[in-house]
Nanobody
């Protein structure tokens, strides 16, 4: 079993920055072997892809068009953590942000069904 816990969300003003963290645990979980992703879900909307990063030596970062150039995904395999640095935040970035573990070679990283485990999310609210 894999557990994911997100943190770092909060209420910020437009133009601000936030860094989200996601800590992974699980006795038999080899963190470095799995791609990781970030998704978000705004009220009344479907969960949408934000960013993904491959396993060690795997695919480089992918980003959704709305966040390209503003968000950066990274991972620290020693700490079993994945991060999402978010800059130049806008009210349109307001959502619950979720991290997730992808099944390797099982589909598109943009698709929620590719991901096997999810955290409970952290709220990001950007005021105008």
């Amino acid at each position: 079993q894999v557990q994911l816990v997100e943190s770092g969300g909060g209420l910020v003003e437009a133009g601000s920055s936030l860094t989200l963290s996601c800590a992974a645990s699980g006795r038999t979980f080899t963190f470095s072997a799995y791609p990781m992703g970030w998704f978000r879900q705004a009220p009344g909307k479907e969960r949408e892809f934000v960013a993904a990063i491959g396993e060690s030596g795997g695919l480089g970062p992918l980003y959704a068009d709305p966040v390209k150039g503003r968000f950066t995904i990274s991972r620290d395999n020693n700490k079993r953590a994945v991060y999402l640095q978010m800059n130049s935040l806008t009210p349109e970035d307001t959502a619950v942000y979720y991290c997730a573990v992808a099944r390797p070679y099982s589909g598109s990283f943009y698709d929620t069904t590719t991901y096997a485990y999810w955290g409970r999310g952290t709220q990001v609210t950007v005021s105008s």
